[in-house]
């Protein structure tokens, strides 16, 4: 079995938990995207895991596998792996394979995105670390692969050419060009470190599933941060939709079973761009206080808002979800009445899908529909009929919204808090 999940919304959605929940059942989860600019908090127990590169299954026995679509900074992914080392948790070649294809992020990725963010007249809010700079070389077929930074000549060889652009490259931003060479030392040692994790990905899924084994591919960010169909130019630089996994991956369409659409209850962003239903006062005060609204990874608050249909549509158009995990109910509670943003207004006519183009998308003023809410302490039901009516309801409205039945609904951070359909 195939599956995968993704996020609906501008990421943080909850991916890691939900993940960390249904990965008992996959032999594999692996990771198709993005780099260390997503942060996944995974909660057991006592102990909080906060990840960026490794897939959010850590947690189980399933094996591991980190994508060549994925740009890896590998000085991070060896501190995570120090980090859960620490907590009593190993992560061995067994465990985790990363693909020799995988496009590592170089300091002066990681320079010239914090230059060029300067630069920008409007801002993108980056999370400046280094993700678009190495995708930019991985498409302009300059960028150093693991296989590379693990084999000492041809890493240096690839240097030698390298460096003196980049040197030229950061000059030009305005920055210190000293930084292209202090790191080449260290990550020379960290490939090293890595080259027993290298395999080849596509190979590995492509056998799993042919001998009957599960997969799950985990997305990261959001379906409106996809580098083509999000709201550009307030996006990511990889294709965060489920398509994506299967050209990241190496995998066929046709062999995909599932695709479950992680959707949180009300919706946030980090970052700029368009966001038609923020709630600057004391409703988004109060989404961001109750739901730990701040970014895992850069800890900047998030822009948080009601819940957005026509960007749900959007999402559920983009992906072809056959679930939705829906993610934090809980946080709902004690806000009388809830509202949803069923359709836009732009240019004095309604619509219920956003505009193709940011620019229109941020003149859209959102029209509200009014549900009840509910004050019951929701986040120690167990079982579906254990919610308020209300929060029943707003449940099944979601469905409604995005055509697709909801499965699962999350009502608290921890791994027992799920309920299931
Ligand atoms: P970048 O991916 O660091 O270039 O950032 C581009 C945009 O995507 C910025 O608005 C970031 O805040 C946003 N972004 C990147 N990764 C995540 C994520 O994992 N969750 C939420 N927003 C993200
Ligand atoms: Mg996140």
């Given at each position: ?70 740009v890896v900074d590998p000085g991070v992914l060896l501190g995570e792996i120090k980090m859960l080392a620490d907590m009593g948790i190993k992560i061995t070649p067994e ?5 020799a294809k995988t496009s590592i992020i170089m300091p002066y990725h990681i320079e010239m995105d914090k230059l060029r963010e300067q630069k920008r007249e409007k801002k ?298």
């Open positions: 079995m195939f599956t995968i999940l993704t996020g609906a919304q501008f990421g943080d959605e909850g991916k890691g938990k939900i993940i960390d929940v249904l990965s008992s059942d996959y032999d594999v989860v692996v990771r198709f995207q993005g780099g260390n600019n997503a942060g996944h908090t995974v909660i057991v127990g006592d102990d909080t895991y906060k990840l960026h590169l490794l897939p959010s299954g850590v947690l189980t026995d399933a094996r591991l596998l980190i994508g060549p679509g994925v465990k985790l394979g990363i693909d993108i809010g980056t999370t400046a670390r280094g993700i678009g700079f190495a995708y930019i070389d991985k498409i302009s077929r300059d960028e150093v692969r693991l296989a590379e930074l693990a084999d000492k000549d041809a890493f240096s060889e690839i240097m030698n050419e390298l460096a003196p652009q980049r040197e030229r490259a950061i000059i030009d931003l305005g920055g210190d060009p000293g930084v292209v060479r202090e790191g080449i030392l260290d990550y020379a040692r960290y490939g090293a470190t890595l080259k027993p994790y290298i395999t080849d990905v596509s190979y590995e899924l492509n056998r799993a599933l042919d001998s009957g084994g599960n997969v799950l591919a985990e997305g990261a960010q959001g379906a409106h941060l996809d580098i083509i169909h999000g709201t550009q130019k307030y996006v990511t630089s990889s294709s965060t939709i489920a398509g994506g996994a299967c050209t990241y991956l190496g995998i066929g369409p046709t062999m995909v079973d599932q695709v479950i659409g992680v959707v949180k209850a009300y919706i946030t962003r980090v970052g700029e761009g368009p966001l038609p239903t923020e709630q600057a006062g004391d409703a988004g005060d109060r989404l961001r206080d109750a739901g730990g609204e701040f970014g895992t990874t850069t800890g900047r608050p998030r822009r948080c808002g009601w819940f957005d249909a026509p960007l749900a549509r959007k999402a559920a158009y983009l992906n072809a979800y056959t679930s939705i995990a829906l993610t934090k109910l809980d946080v709902l509670t004690g806000l009388n009445p809830i509202r949803i943003c069923t359709e836009y207004e732009l240019d004095n006519e309604r619509i219920d899908y956003p505009p193709e183009l940011s620019s229109d998308l941020a003149r859209c003023t959102p029209i509200y529909e009014e549900v009840e809410g509910w004050d019951q302490d929701i986040s120690v039901a167990g079982m579906f009929s254990d919610l308020p009516d209300a929060a029943q309801d707003y449940v099944r409205k979601m469905g409604e919204i995005l055509k697709v039945d909801v499965k699962m609904v999350s009502n608290g951070p921890k791994r027992n808090q799920i309920i299931v359909r």
